[in-house]
């Protein structure tokens, strides 16, 4: 890929199981666009949050609100596995592949890429590293509390038969619209085309939490990549170190944040954080990153020679019987 040629050092030609320390990092700005709940529906449970500092000059101690990695990641995987299985790609080994149960297939490009692991034994480590999304602003800002009736069959809070009222109400805390995260996907010596891959599913991704209702709407915005030679900062001094440059010019923070405002201070603060990481690192915004996107687009366009030369590109079924064969003569 054009847009990507200035960056093969951060790399691999192609697919290895032996580590080399090649990072891509995806920044990425989250930002709700309906009420979103983030926690298993009807448990009563509350969001999650943290108390942290707001920001890295800003010692003030705050309640961030939190979306758990692996409720990230599941969302992600299951946007390309549903893409793979429509190519046909989601049985190469024969049986299809099944998440979250003891037969993963160990041959999708799904199984490759975010890891698997078995009762058995056989184990990949996933290469898609996410850490919690933590919000911009406090939770007492951007959380509402909401009560939901539990209808009858007809629509009302009356028994049908017995005419009783219901007495199922229950209330759930949810998150306003208009809220931003942050949160760094960091990809782990992946190539060109598992990186467009997990791009894919990011940029695909408009529904988190609480999946069965109207609510969960989430706009993901990649706002930088940083390809680095070692880790990068983490998602928590990301946060801080644009919650400091935010309230610079505004030290009264209000919800809802201007989504271009929020997006044009984290390329600040990247640039901010990025001397004290050591080694190699180029960072892709702009232009540059706008040219990656068109290059993306194109490819989804119809991704079916794509999908199949990236499920290719790893050991194959039969192959990989012969090389276990080979190994034990
Ligand atoms: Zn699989």
């Not at 009762?119 to 939770?139: H, M, N, Y």
């Not at 199922?168 to 949160?183: L, R, T």
């Not at 946060?239 to 030290?251: A, G, M, N, R, S």
């Amino acid at each position: 890929m054009k847009s990507l040629e200035a960056y093969q050092e951060f790399l691999l030609k192609e697919y290895s199981n032996l580590p080399t320390g090649r990072y891509v990092n995806l920044v990425i700005i989250r930002e709700t666009e309906s009420e979103c709940i983030f926690r298993t529906e009807g448990s009563g449970e509350p969001l999650n949050r943290e108390l942290v500092q707001a920001g890295i000059k800003n010692t003030s101690v705050i309640p961030r609100v939190i979306i758990s990695k692996r409720k990230q990641t599941a969302v992600e995987r299951r946007t390309g596995r549903e893409m793979l299985r429509s190519y046909g790609l989601l049985s190469v080994s024969g049986s299809e592949c099944m998440l979250n149960t003891n037969a993963p297939c160990e041959h999708c490009v799904d199984c490759w890429l975010y890891g698997y692991a078995v009762g058995g034994g056989g184990a990949q480590k996933s290469r898609v590293i996410t850490e919690e999304a933590f919000s911009v602003l406090p939770a007492g800002q951007i959380i509402a509390t909401k009560t939901f009736n539990a209808l009858f069959d007809n629509n009302t809070m009356r028994h049908p038969v017995t005419r009783e009222a219901s007495t199922s109400i229950n209330s759930s805390e949810y998150v306003k619209p208009g809220v931003h995260f942050v949160d760094i996907e960091t990809l782990k010596d992946v190539t060109a085309a598992e990186m467009v891959y997990v791009t894919a599913n990011i940029l695909n991704s408009r529904r988190y939490g609480a999946i069965s209702s109207k609510i969960g709407r989430v706009k993901n915005h990649l706002a930088a990549i940083v390809f680095s030679r070692s880790e990068i900062f983490s998602t928590l001094e990301m946060v801080q170190q644009l919650y400091d440059l935010l309230i610079e010019d505004t030290p009264e923070l209000e919800h809802p944040l201007e989504t271009a405002r929020v997006l044009d201070q984290a390329i600040k603060a990247i640039n901010i954080l990025l001397p004290q990481v050591y080694g190699p690192k180029k960072v892709m915004t702009g232009e540059k990153l706008a040219a990656y996107f068109k290059e993306v687009a194109i490819i989804l366009e119809d991704p079916r020679s794509f999908l199949e030369t990236l499920t290719r590109s790893y050991p194959q079924p039969s192959k990989d019987k012969n090389k276990r064969k080979n190994d034990i003569e």
